[in-house]
């Protein structure tokens, strides 16, 4: 969804990035995928991603894999990944 390409594998450690932007991934041997907004199942990160059309930015989320959770907010929508972590695709 970023574009950013794969920089690093070892083990169970993944970054991306592009030499300005880097996010790294640690694997969670007993994760449990949050339950947005339920505090009793908490998310682990949460990223606010600024984008031009949030309704190209839509489909293109939708197609891979992402779950619309909210439109209630003005100014952001509100999503989860395949694996359950909330996003926002925040636009002006």
């Not at 950013?4 to 991306?16: A, H, Q, S």
Request: proline residues 10%; contains cysteine; hydrophobic residues 35%.
């Amino acid at each position: 969804m970023l574009d950013l390409p794969v920089t690093r594998v070892d083990g169970d450690w993944v970054d991306i990035g592009d030499g300005t932007t880097k996010l790294s991934f640690q694997h969670a041997p007993e994760y449990r995928p949050p339950l947005w907004p339920d505090p009793n199942f908490p998310q682990q990160i949460h990223l606010d991603i600024q984008v031009d059309d949030i309704d190209a930015t839509e489909s293109k989320v939708l197609r891979l894999g992402a779950t619309l959770l909210s439109t209630k907010e003005a100014g952001f929508r509100v999503y989860s990944d395949p694996s359950g972590h909330p996003f926002c695709l925040c636009y002006d």
